[in-house]
Nanobody, 127 residues
Framework: QVQLVESGGGLVQAGGSLRLSCAAS????????MGWFLQGPGQTRAFVAA????????VYADSVKGRFSMSRDNAKTTVYLQMNSLKPEDTAVYYC????????????????????WGQGTQVTVSS
């Protein structure tokens, strides 16, 4: 069982930056690939970024490449999402999720591949 708690959301102007954090409970954090997803108003939840259990691999949605950066600190059982050059269309609730890793360089991107979810943190970008 993994419990996830996101933090760091808030209101920022377009062009600004935020760093989201996701703190995980449990001693098996290093066995999980981690992902960030977003859900805008009236929209389905969508993939943002993911990182492998040992941080060797990261993948990003095309919409955030070059602007967002995901990292993890296994000693602190925490993952981060650094968001730069924010746009109004980035406004959404951001969710952290954990997926039992199969290794082999595979980083999951589909919602159904993730077993545990946080409660989400709101990010609002004003124009």
């Amino acid at each position: 069982q993994v419990q996830l708690v996101e933090s760091g959301g808030g209101l920022v102007q377009a062009g600004g930056s935020l760093r989201l954090s996701c703190a995980a409970s449990g001693r098996t954090f290093g066995r999980y690939d981690m992902g960030w997803f977003l859900q805008g108003p009236g929209q389905t939840r969508a993939f943002v970024a993911a990182i492998s259990r040992d941080a060797d691999f990261t993948v990003y949605a095309d919409s955030v490449k070059g602007r967002f950066s995901m990292s993890r600190d296994n000693a602190k059982t925490t993952v981060y999402l650094q968001m730069n050059s924010l746009k109004p269309e980035d406004t959404a609730v951001y969710y952290c999720a954990a997926s039992q890793s199969i290794g082999l360089g595979y980083v999951p991107q589909a919602l159904r591949e993730y077993n545990y979810w946080g409660q989400g943190t709101q990010v609002t970008v004003s124009s």
